[in-house]
């Protein structure tokens, strides 16, 4: 299925590849806000909807669905890059095994046009998953994507990902991601006391530390016995998983201080932002740039995170953030501890966050960065890097 958008007339054409929400994560979500990016902007778009509506757990896994899928997305794919000639094209790029067979049908398509093509990276595992591929199947992904122009990443530290598997002569653009601002007056005032409230927000997927969480919950409450938590998110987890989840939700105290909401809608999502104190987010696995920590920002809340991926450029330990290592629950239930007693600590942290959100990833500033991004990949003079 295809739909046009169009800006300030429309002599500059994009086509863009993507899924639009639900599911909400983090491709669905910024593909849907490049739909209005354009308004107002010269380009004309295009858009190719990829959405597969089924739950989360369906992204990437070859089934028979998802096969389907692929092929009428590639052939709708076709006939709007035939329709349109465009003079950009734009894909997010998956990296998984699944989904980058999918776009390697889109990437082999676009040598039909002259259009430059733009891949956008939105995680940080790119690198692992090229390596990790036999060197036949190697091949094949450098034949793919011999025809990119600009490869846009999340940030600094991301942008050697693709060394090896892109020309040298691609440019990579750094395009941090950016939220709505929910709260444009200022985020909710929260009591000095605080009611010792910790956020978890995304799929319950190991690889996101969630269970480093649970782990450190008994440590949190034996200092701060009315601490209370919250796990939003969709439960995609094994047998393994669960029966550590089961075996923490049996002890007395984190069983009767934990809540699991299942996933959550955007006006569910606001008001756990409103009534939480801190946001934890320790994921195992170089993520690109986690919405929920910008999100966290934006409500003028502390986050504790692991240094992964783009978050290392995102947040400062100690200003906007408490930075712990990978898989340390002993080191996550210190930083929630001390947050959840130091109220001034909290409020400094929060309002640095804050700060930072509206300096750097309001959803305003992520859309110049794209419109940036497109002129430069057209070549248009003063629009570079």
């Not at 200003?319 to 929630?336: F, H, L, N, T």
């Not at 700060?355 to 629009?383: K, V």
């Amino acid at each position: 299925m295809t739909s046009s958008r169009s800006g300030r007339g429309s002599a500059r054409r994009v086509l863009a590849i993507g899924p639009v929400p639900p599911p909400p994560h983090g491709v669905t979500v910024m593909t849907a806000a490049l739909l209005d990016a354009v308004v107002g902007s010269g380009w004309q778009l295009t858009h190719v909807d990829t959405s597969d509506h089924r739950s989360i757990g369906n992204i990437g896994r070859f089934d028979p669905t998802n096969v389907l899928l692929a092929l009428r997305h590639a052939a709708d794919f076709t006939l709007a890059l035939l329709r349109t000639r465009p003079d950009v094209v734009y894909l997010p790029l998956s990296q998984g095994v699944g989904g980058f067979t999918r776009d390697a049908l889109f990437l082999v398509a676009t040598r039909l046009s002259a259009a430059k093509l733009v891949v956008h990276a939105h995680g940080g595992q790119y690198r692992e998953f090229y390596e990790g591929r036999p060197a036949f199947v190697r091949a094949v992904m450098r034949f793919c994507m011999a025809r990119v122009q600009m490869v846009l990443v999340l940030a600094d530290c991301q942008s050697h990902q693709f060394d090896g598997w892109v020309s040298p002569r691609v440019d990579i653009e750094v395009v941090p991601n950016g939220v709505r601002d929910e709260w444009p007056s200022g985020p909710p005032q929260r009591p000095p006391e605080g009611t010792c409230s910790v956020l978890y927000l995304g799929s319950l997927l190991p690889q996101k530390g969630f269970l480093d969480v649970l782990d450190a919950m008994p440590s949190v409450l034996r200092d701060v016995p009315n601490a209370r938590f919250v796990f939003a998110g969709k439960e995609t987890w094994d047998a393994e998983t669960s029966a550590r989840v089961r075996e923490r939700m049996c002890e007395p105290g984190p069983r009767d201080a934990t809540t699991f909401t299942g996933v959550v809608g955007p006006a569910e999502r606001r008001e756990l932002l409103e009534t939480t104190d801190i946001v934890v987010f320790p994921p195992r696995w170089n993520e690109g740039q986690p919405l929920v920590v910008l999100e966290a920002m934006s409500a003028g809340l502390p986050v504790v995170v692991t240094e992964s991926g783009g978050l290392a450029e995102t947040v400062c330990d100690g200003r906007e953030a408490i930075v712990v290592p990978k898989r340390d629950s002993d080191a996550i239930a210190v930083a929630v501890t001390r947050l959840l007693t130091g109220h001034e600590l909290r409020a400094r942290m929060g309002a640095a966050a804050r700060a930072r959100f509206l300096a750097e990833y309001t959803l305003g500033h992520w859309t110049s960065r794209m419109i940036r991004a497109f002129d430069a990949a057209q070549g248009r003079p003063g629009c570079g890097r």
